[in-house]
DNA sequence: CAGAATCCTCTTGGATACTG
DNA sequence: CAGTATCCAAGAGGATTCTG
């Protein structure tokens, strides 16, 4: 036993933190919208690149595989000509959809806010 | 008008995503320990560097600076010599803490999981 | 159709030195 | 103490071209 009084302030390590784990699994640009299109089942390539605005096929592709690797997305190939490729959430990949839905809700409530609150600072700090 | 049948699978625009959204604010490499650190109330600016294991003034600087911008995260300065900076949640700020701490939750009793994944798909891709 | 490969740019973040 | 300023390296991500 290390110490039998809990420090005011422990120590907070990016290496151990829960958060930072999850933001390595979900933080770039498009993974939140590529498992939001998975949300409601599986889903094909081509149906995705084109439902996903703006992305390229290299992001995709790339992001899915990063997924994959991660445990959170199965990939279905049907070895037809052109194949059909499918993808879908694992278990593991569907309980991320509770947290990241509030996440979503989160933004959907407050972002004005956040916008509002740039807009101030912005003006606070610029003319005068 | 555009359609009155409501489409099977509507569009996703990165730009209208809430899930997007919240990770312009909090997807970067420190913004959630930083949070995380005013958890528990005011901390002072260089106890924060220290609590935070292995951040750079200018990241700590930059990223209070970002969360104060958009309005979740007070400073609050006394002028004296040396200067007292002290930083705390704004109730906005605050009201991310629920949701993040769920993606927390999700890391800490996920991530070995995805570690487990990531050594089966590396496994099941390199040496055959 | 579902990608792989290449090139290139822009942003993120780390190291270091200086300041009121 | 609490920053600012500058330089630099690495990685994310976009555009384009090619393929089974």
């Not at 992305?55 to 052109?82: C, F, Y």
Request: charged share 25%.
């Amino acid at each position: 036993m290390t110490s039998l009084v809990k420090p005011k302030h422990p120590n907070i390590a990016l290496a151990v933190c829960g958060y930072s784990k999850v933001l390595d699994i979900i933080s770039n640009k498009w993974t939140a919208l590529i498992i939001y299109a998975m949300e409601d089942g599986s889903i094909r390539y081509g149906e995705m690149a084109r439902r996903i605005e703006g992305i390229s096929k290299k992001m995709l592709t790339q992001t899915l595989r990063k997924l994959e690797r991660d445990g959170l997305v199965q990939r279905h190939i049907t070895p037809s000509v052109p194949p059909i490729v499918e993808y879908s959430l694992t278990p593991l990949g569907e309980s991320l959809l509770q947290p990241m839905r509030e996440l979503r809700q989160w933004g959907r409530e407050n972002y004005v806010r956040v916008e509002a609150a740039r807009v101030n600072f912005d003006l606070t700090y610029s003319d005068d």
